[in-house]
């Protein structure tokens, strides 16, 4: 009879490990990562665990060198942890080969970076539809679909632009629109007003909280101003969970 | 990503980047416009020659003095007292086969005509010559020469039209060293080749001939020797013909003084003396070739390089380390593409220029008219094929290297 009951016991808590709560977007347990410079390893994240809800705006806050960054890599799969894992969606992305990390980033996040990241030949429209070329998209389809996110980031007139030809929060609101035209389930975005002015910046943090109803949203930051209307805040220092 | 679209990506890479993209497709334009070039003169010479060759009569037998076949048909072109004589001619009219045997004597002559004077070949040879050639030499006007023909000339009709101010026609009087001939005949135009063409040489009677040339012996002497001979069985015949003459000569095939040349022969002669010129080239060509791959190459790892940060953002974005490759791999193939095409132009042109210039140059020097240039469909695919696949290639390793990138650092580079 103990018997039974131990086995029972023990079934329902593999079964409980493998599926993973629908109320979270993402989870990391124990991540690390570790660097080696000149011989010496450095530390620049240090076995953090934390879970972020889905359809909420999520900061990570941070100084310099805090490794918000190396996370936001980690957890946006653009790099490997040398310890821990990351559940995207209930699916551990340690267990995926590159070419599948890649669908999983083409299909499920969306990516804006301090430095805008456009591709410097391609018009603002093409942009905009590069993840949908990708992933093999036709034509048509991601032409319109790109049109709709210019004009919500009111930047349809400019679609033939190349981003040399647009100023910085221009760049930034097209850079959203590119993250937002796979239906990604999370937004990642990487100080995302790091280089624009305090008007721009305002702009497109006000997008990025208003695209909270339909996706996850995750920014990393070191700007105290663009918290207030966070839901969860995740601070580092050293590496750590503060 | 479609291939529309990494085409669409590639152009668009050529395009920004134009002074360099130039300078690399330049690489792949010289080596191909060579190669098609080579190809096309090369093809056409050889089908030319081939052409006039198998217009001579595949039932002719050429039979020359000299110590080996290559030495024998080199003596031909350069007028030298030879030893083919009189009992030869005999013994070879009697081999079973032949039909007609026609004794040559050749000379460099003055000829005056209408105020002026022109060096020029002269063939004494006697009334079996025209029918030895009987399917090749016809006549313009008047007749051949016949037995007993003494101070008369048939002319070549490169001589009749176009070596002298005046034309020439039956009738006219002509000297030769300051002798005078009549002209009884003009040939049909022929347009053979160097040595070999009837359109630029003065035929006399084998008598008149030896006045002019420098034989000296008692013995009659002949330069050479055409035979015609039953069809269809000129390698036996020649066989035969050679057999009988080593038995009179009292020689063997080790110190063998008499050649033997068949059509066949020749052709074969001339296809690997061209095969030979041709290799030589190729292999030109081909430096020139790889010189252009390793510019594709070395312009190809520089843009990987430049557009690492570019590659970053492709992966961050879901290519794939495939996709990333194939992305590379249709620029590099592209640039070959394009040299293909423009070194398909070029070489087409080349050889035009070549051809037009070699049938001015031939038809001055007694070889009639004609394309000297063969270009076919299967040499532009081959063009193509080949420098698109020479891009690819060149491009392979740049491509690889882009493809391995990791997303992170590549965001990073600066």
Redesign the interface.
């Known amino acids: 009879m103990k018997n039974k009951k131990f086995k029972k016991t023990k079934k329902i808590k593999k079964i409980k490990k493998t599926i993973k709560p629908k109320k979270e977007a993402l989870s990391v347990k124990d991540l690390a990562k570790i660097y080696e410079l000149d011989g010496v390893n450095v530390k620049a994240l240090n076995g953090v665990t934390f879970s972020i809800p889905k359809n909420k705006l999520t900061i990570i806050m941070g100084h310099s060198g805090s490794g918000k960054s190396t996370l936001l890599?980690l957890i946006?799969c653009?790099?490997k942890p040398s310890r821990g894992k990351v559940f995207l969606g209930g699916v551990d992305t340690s267990k995926l080969t590159?070419?599948e990390l890649?669908?999983?980033?083409?299909?499920k996040i969306g990516?804006v970076?301090q430095f805008f990241?456009?591709?410097?030949?391609?018009t603002a429209i093409e942009n905009v539809e590069?993840?949908l070329?990708?992933?093999?998209v036709s034509?048509i389809q991601r032409r319109k679909k790109a049109m709709e996110l210019l004009r919500m980031v009111d930047l349809e007139n400019r679609a033939d632009h190349l981003p040399n030809q647009l100023s910085g929060g221009e760049r930034q609101r097209v850079a959203i629109a590119?993250s937002m035209i796979?239906e990604p389930s999370i937004i990642m975005a990487d100080e995302p007003t790091g280089n624009l002015d305090t008007k721009s910046s305002s702009e497109i943090m006000n997008t990025l909280t208003k695209l909270k109803k339909k996706t996850t949203i995750i920014v990393v930051t070191h700007d105290l101003e663009i918290t207030e209307d966070a839901d969860k805040i995740i601070k580092l220092r050293d590496g750590k969970l503060v | 990503m479609k291939f529309k679209d990494s085409f669409k990506f590639a152009l668009n890479n050529l395009t920004t980047r134009g002074l360099r993209s130039w300078l690399t497709i330049i690489g792949i334009i010289i080596g191909v416009a060579a190669i098609v070039a080579i190809v096309s003169v090369g093809q056409g010479l050889q089908g030319t020659i081939q052409n006039q060759l198998s217009s001579l009569g595949s039932d002719i037998i050429y039979v020359l003095p000299g110590s080996s076949l290559e030495y024998s048909f080199m003596q031909s072109l350069a007028p030298e007292p030879g030893n083919l004589t009189e009992k030869d001619l005999k013994l070879i009219k009697i081999v079973e086969g032949v039909l007609y045997v026609a004794p040559e004597i050749v000379g460099m002559v003055d000829m005056e005509y209408s105020g002026n004077t022109k060096n020029l070949y002269l063939l004494g040879t006697d009334e079996n010559w025209k029918k030895v050639r009987e399917s090749s030499a016809g006549l313009e006007s008047g007749r051949f020469l016949m037995k007993g023909d003494k101070n008369v000339v048939v002319l070549g009709n490169k001589i009749a039209t176009d070596a002298f101010d005046k034309p020439i026609y039956i009738g006219s009087q002509i000297k030769i060293e300051g002798d005078s001939f009549r002209v009884i005949g003009i040939l049909e135009e022929f347009g053979g080749m160097a040595g070999m063409g009837e359109d630029s040489y003065i035929f006399v009677s084998l008598e008149d001939a030896k006045e002019y040339s420098s034989f000296g012996s008692n013995e009659e002497e002949y330069y050479a020797m055409e035979v015609r001979v039953e069809s269809e069985r000129t390698e036996e015949i020649a066989e035969k013909i050679k057999q009988q003459l080593m038995i009179s000569r009292h020689v063997n095939e080790e110190n063998i003084n008499f050649g033997i040349m068949t059509p066949k022969m020749i052709s074969s002669i001339v296809s690997n003396i061209l095969n030979a010129i041709n290799l030589f080239l190729y292999g030109i060509a081909a430096i020139s070739l790889l010189v252009g791959a390793v510019g594709i190459a070395n312009t190809m790892f520089t843009s990987v390089t430049e557009r690492t940060r570019q590659i970053g953002i492709l992966k961050a974005l879901g290519m794939t380390n495939k996709g990333v490759m194939n992305l590379f791999l249709v620029e590099s193939a592209l640039i070959g593409f394009v040299g293909g095409i423009l070194g398909l132009f070029i070489g087409f042109v080349i050889s035009g220029i070549i051809g037009q210039a070699a049938t001015f140059m031939l038809a001055t020097t007694m070889i009639g008219g004609g394309s000297l240039v063969s270009i076919g469909p299967g040499l532009v695919i081959f063009a193509l094929s080949f420098s698109v696949i020479v891009g690819v290639i060149s491009g392979i390793f740049p491509a690889r290297r882009a493809s391995r990138l990791q997303p992170v650092e590549a965001l990073r580079y600066e």
Not at chain 1, 133 to 136: L, P, Q
Request: glycine fraction near 6%; avoid cysteine.
């Open positions: 890599h946006g653009l790099d590159e070419d890649a669908r999983l980033r083409n299909k990516f970076f990241n456009l591709h410097p030949l391609l590069l993840p070329t990708i992933a093999n034509g590119r796979n």
